[in-house]
C-alpha cells in the first residue's frame, strides 16, 4: 500500500483513514435499520399496486423490440429484423430481453412483469443513493437519501412503466456508488469494486450508450486521485493514473461484453456506441412538448428546458439539500483543510456535482432534442438525491452542534417537509409522477402549462370508468352479445386494449368513434367535442377525461385548431394519433 505521498510504506493510506472514517460511523445502525424498513415498505407498495399504472406508450414498441433480439439470436445471427425496427436498434435491449426471457417461463401479463421489473429497478436505484450517501457523509446522511429518492415524485410515479429510464439512472447510480469506493483504494482498488463497477456499467451501456458518460467519470476520477496524492511529481502522478487505470481494464472488458450481449447493433461496429450518441443529438421527430405555456417541436427546446423541469419537478428538500451540501462542500474547500477524510469527501461530493452537471452541460452548450420533461435526464435525479441526504444531514449536524434543542427543532422540520411529500403523493396516487413542486404551484400551476401524464396513465380508469357508464346506461344491451363501441384513445393502442373489455374496441378514425379517451396533457382533450362522461382528476385538477361523441357529426365534434393547439402532436388529418 502507498503512503499519501505515492512512495512504498507503512505509514497511514489514504485508503486506512477513510476505512477507519467508515468504521467510526458503522457503530450507529438504527438509520440503517430505519432504511431497511424503508426498502421492505417500498416493496410491499410495489406488490400491492404495479397493476394501477398504465402500459406505457412505448412499451409495445420496446417489448417487441427485445422479441426481435432473442430471434436475432435464436436464428444464430440470421434474421436481422432488428436494425429495421425503427430506430429501436440505437438503444440497448438488456431489460427488453429480459422481460421477453420470463414471459416465456412465467404465467403472468408480460407488462405485469416488465412493471414490477422496473420497479424493482427503482427500488434498486434508492439503495445505490443510499449506499452512496451513507459511504460520503454516514448512515443518517444515507437515510435521508433514500427517502429524498424515494419521495420524488419524478422517481416513484416513473417507476412502474419507464422502462428504459428508471432502470438505466438506477445502473448509473449503482455505478457511481463503486466507482467512488473503487477510487478510494486507488492505486489498488478491491476487486470486488472493480467487478460491480464493470457489472453495472454493462448494464447502463445494454440499456443507452449514454452510459459512455460512466468511463469518462472513471478516467476523470482516477486523474483526480492521482493528481492529488502526485506531491508536484508528474512523473509518480503519471505512474499512478496508469496503474490505476490497468486495474480498471477488466471492468471496461466486462462492461463491453454485457453490452453487445444485449445490443446487436453495438457488435457490428466497435464505434457504435459512440455513433448512437450522435444520432440521439440530431432527433428530430414531429413530437412537440410544451413548457411554461410555451409549445415546442422537441429539436427546438429551449437550452435550459431540463434545467427548468429539473427546478420545478424535484421536491424543494431534494433541491435544498443538493444546494446546502454544496455550499458546504464549497467552504470547506474554501478552508483548504489537511484532513485526509475530509478532502476525500470533498472529492466525492464534487463527483456526485459533476455527474449531475456535466450530461446538462452537454445539453445546453449543444441544444440538443428534449421531449416530455426530465424523461431522457432521469439518471441525474439520484446523484441529486444523494447531494441532498449529505446536505441535510450536514445542516442537522450543524444545528445540533450548537443547541440540543435547536437540533429537535430541525429534525422536526426536516421530518414535516418528508410527511408534505408523502401526503402529496398519496394524493397523487398512482400518477405521482406528475407531482410538481411549489414554485409553480404544484400541479394546478403546472396543468396545460407543462408536461402533464404523456403516458397517459389515465387508461386504466378512464376505461373503468367508460365500462362503468356502458354498465349504467346500456340497460337494453344482451350479456350474450353485448354491443360493441369504438373508442378513439390519445395514447397507444396497447395501452387501452391491455385494459378493455371485448365490448370497447380500439379504432384510430376519430371522426367516427363513439367515445374518446384523452389525458389533459398538450390539450388533447379539447381536441374533440363531447359529452363528458368523467373526467379524472387529483388534487382537484382534471388530468384526464372520458367523452361520449355518439350523435355528433364528423365535422361537429372537432374542436377549432386555436383552442387545440396541439392538435397536430395527436391526431394526423384522419384522426389516428401518430405513434
Not at 289 to 306: F, K
Not at 509 to 533: E, K, Q
Request: proline fraction near 5%; glycine fraction near 8%.
Amino acid at each position: 500500500m502507498l503512503n499519501i505521498d505515492g512512495s512504498p510504506g507503512h505509514g497511514v493510506s489514504m485508503s486506512g483513514a477513510l476505512r477507519r472514517h467508515h468504521f467510526s460511523v458503522c457503530a450507529i445502525d438504527r438509520f440503517d435499520l430505519a432504511f431497511a424498513l424503508l426498502i421492505m415498505a417500498l416493496l410491499l407498495l410495489v406488490g400491492a399496486t404495479f397493476r394501477e399504472y398504465a402500459v406505457s406508450n412505448d412499451e409495445g414498441l420496446q417489448h417487441h423490440y427485445g422479441e426481435l433480439i432473442v430471434a436475432y439470436y435464436k436464428s444464430g445471427f440470421t434474421d436481422k429484423s432488428v436494425f429495421d425496427f425503427g430506430n429501436l436498434y440505437l438503444y440497448g435491449g438488456l431489460f427488453d430481453v429480459i422481460a421477453v426471457l420470463l414471459a416465456h417461463v412465467l404465467p403472468f401479463d408480460p407488462y405485469d412483469i416488465r412493471h414490477v421489473m422496473c420497479a424493482v429497478a427503482g427500488i434498486g436505484g434508492v439503495a445505490a443513493t443510499w449506499a452512496t450517501a451513507r459511504m460520503i457523509a454516514g448512515p443518517r446522511a444515507g437515510l435521508l437519501a433514500g427517502l429524498a429518492l424515494a419521495l420524488c415524485g419524478v422517481w416513484y410515479g416513473s417507476m412502474f412503466n419507464h422502462t428504459k429510464d428508471v432502470p438505466f439512472a438506477s445502473a448509473m447510480m449503482g455505478a457511481t456508488f463503486f466507482l467512488l469506493r473503487a477510487a478510494r483504494d486507488l492505486p489498488d482498488p478491491r476487486r470486488r469494486d472493480i467487478l460491480w463497477f464493470g457489472i453495472l456499467l454493462g448494464a447502463a451501456l445494454g440499456l443507452r450508450a449514454t452510459g459512455l458518460l460512466m468511463v469518462c467519470y472513471a478516467v476523470a476520477l482516477i486523474g483526480i486521485r492521482s493528481w492529488s496524492i502526485r506531491q508536484q511529481d508528474l512523473r509518480r502522478f503519471a505512474r499512478l493514473s496508469v496503474r490505476s487505470l490497468v486495474h480498471f481494464i477488466p471492468a471496461f472488458a466486462l462492461a463491453y461484453v454485457i453490452m453487445i450481449a444485449s445490443w446487436p447493433w453495438a457488435s457490428v461496429a466497435f464505434l457504435n456506441p459512440a455513433r448512437a450518441i450522435f444520432a440521439f443529438a440530431h432527433f428530430h421527430y414531429p413530437i412537440r412538448t410544451i413548457i411554461a405555456g410555451q409549445v415546442y417541436s422537441m429539436s427546438d427546446v429551449p437550452r435550459w428546458y431540463e434545467p427548468d423541469y429539473l427546478a420545478i419537478k424535484l421536491p424543494l428538500f431534494v433541491l435544498l439539500g443538493a444546494g446546502a451540501a454544496l455550499l458546504s462542500a464549497a467552504r470547506s474547500a474554501a478552508m483548504r483543510s489537511d484532513n485526509l477524510a475530509a478532502n476525500a469527501r470533498l472529492q466525492e461530493i464534487g463527483t456526485l456535482f459533476f455527474v449531475i452537471v456535466f450530461p446538462l452541460a452537454c445539453q445546453i452548450i449543444g441544444r440538443g432534442p428534449s421531449d416530455t420533461g426530465l424523461r431522457h435526464f432521469l439518471f441525474v435525479v439520484p446523484p441529486l438525491a444523494a447531494l441532498a441526504g449529505i446536505g441535510v444531514d450536514t445542516f442537522l449536524s450543524g444545528v445540533e452542534a450548537k443547541a440540543r434543542t435547536l437540533g429537535f427543532v430541525a429534525l422536526a422540520g426536516v421530518t414535516a417537509a418528508l410527511v408534505w411529500d408523502v401526503t402529496i403523493l398519496v394524493r397523487l396516487h398512482p400518477y405521482e409522477y406528475l407531482f410538481y413542486n411549489s414554485l409553480v404551484g404544484g400541479l394546478e400551476g403546472a396543468s396545460r402549462r407543462y408536461v402533464t401524464d404523456y403516458w397517459v396513465n389515465i387508461m386504466p380508469a378512464a376505461v373503468k370508468d367508460l365500462e362503468t357508464y356502458l354498465d349504467q346506461t346500456d340497460t337494453h344491451a344482451n350479456p350474450l352479445r353485448p354491443a360493441h363501441y369504438t373508442v378513439a384513445v390519445c395514447g397507444e393502442r396497447v395501452s387501452f386494449e391491455n385494459e378493455a373489455d371485448r365490448r370497447l374496441q380500439f379504432t384510430p378514425d376519430w371522426s367516427h368513434a363513439d367515445f374518446f379517451i384523452a389525458p389533459t396533457h398538450m390539450n388533447c382533450d379539447r381536441v374533440l367535442r363531447g359529452r363528458i362522461v368523467n373526467v379524472i382528476e387529483r388534487v382537484g385538477v382534471p388530468i384526464g377525461v372520458v367523452k361520449d361523441l355518439r350523435g355528433i357529426s364528423a365535422q361537429a365534434r372537432w374542436a377549432p385548431v386555436e383552442t387545440a393547439h396541439d392538435r397536430s402532436n395527436n391526431p394526423d388529418a384522419h384522426g389516428g394519433p401518430h405513434g
